[in-house]
């Protein structure tokens, strides 16, 4: 028996050790640059007002202090309409808004990428279009059909413009029509599967890291809704008009200023840090090949 020659193969990395080092250190560099704006914020929210005013600003604090976060509370518990009726419609908007946004974008999505209907070019063609008009452009006409429908003065007067955002429906249907096999779709209706089945069995997970994006977009736009023209009365007003209104009172309330800053700031980034691994796990495993 002849002897197979094994030739030897010499392994070859694409990058040096320094190469990894010099790539790690300038994230290292660009995480920390990234960082400091949050950093500063949470630096003069401890800062006394002495400190708060110091010219030039410093990017570290003598004495820290909680007294910004008791003075906020304070002014917010002096308020007629209770903190915690604030908070709930913060809540309450920012929940129902997410949650509406998601299933029907989702819904619209799935129905405008995977199922064949007259007129779908022509349906999608307008959601592109839309996304050219800003909130402001549309006021008028939203203002209008509102005020038709006795809405105005509502905590829906928020949430349901927040579900017809065409932002979230262009998300999600790009991401369907890339990350969706419809050979998966129609092995699925052979097996018996109904069209809403499907679509809440098969395709929303296969659309992971869309529906992920979607709930941190839109989760923010309405966690930092302030003032609103369609709603009048004070019980119904949100956490940031309210933080607002109280910090409004000029360099006395400075430092309440940047403690409500804070406050409005850790909930969003919370809510980003705890989808984000997802998010990244999801981008680097989804999507098939046929």
């Not at 990894?20 to 290292?28: E, H, N, P, T, V």
């Not at 309210?242 to 409004?248: F, H, P, R």
């Not at 804070?262 to 098939?288: D, K, W, Y």
């Amino acid at each position: 028996m002849q002897k197979m020659r094994v030739r030897n193969h010499q392994v070859v990395l694409n990058r040096s050790v320094g190469g990894d080092a010099g790539i790690a250190f300038f994230l290292i560099i660009m995480g920390v640059f990234m960082f400091l704006p949050m950093y500063y914020v949470i630096i003069q929210s401890l800062k006394p007002l002495d400190e708060l005013w110091m010219f030039p600003p410093r990017f570290y604090v003598q004495h820290p202090s909680f007294k910004n976060f008791s003075d906020l509370f304070t002014l917010l518990s002096d308020s007629w309409v209770p903190f915690s009726r604030y908070i709930f419609n913060t809540v309450f908007i920012t929940a129902m808004g997410t949650f509406g946004n998601l299933l029907f974008s989702s819904l619209a999505a799935y129905a405008i990428s995977k199922i064949p209907f007259p007129g779908r070019k022509g349906c999608f063609w307008i959601i592109q279009r839309s996304l050219m008009f800003t909130s402001t452009v549309t006021a008028i006409a939203n203002f209008l059909t509102l005020s038709t429908f006795g809405l105005m003065d509502n905590l829906f007067a928020i949430i349901i413009p927040a579900w017809g955002s065409s932002m979230g429906l262009y998300l999600m249907k790009q991401f369907m029509d890339s990350s969706i096999s419809d050979d998966v779709l129609e092995s699925a209706r052979l097996d018996g599967c109904s069209e809403f089945k499907t679509f809440w069995v098969i395709a929303m997970p296969m659309v992971k890291p869309a529906w992920l994006t979607l709930i941190i977009y839109s989760f923010q736009g309405l966690w930092n809704t302030g003032a609103s023209q369609y709603i009048f009365s004070e019980q119904l007003k949100t956490l940031n008009y309210a933080i607002s209104q109280i910090t409004a009172g000029g360099i006395a309330r400075a430092g309440a200023s940047a403690a409500a800053t804070v406050i409005m700031m850790i909930v969003p980034i919370l809510v980003f840090v705890i989808t984000q691994s997802n998010i990244i796990e999801t981008m680097a495993s989804s999507g098939m090949k046929d």
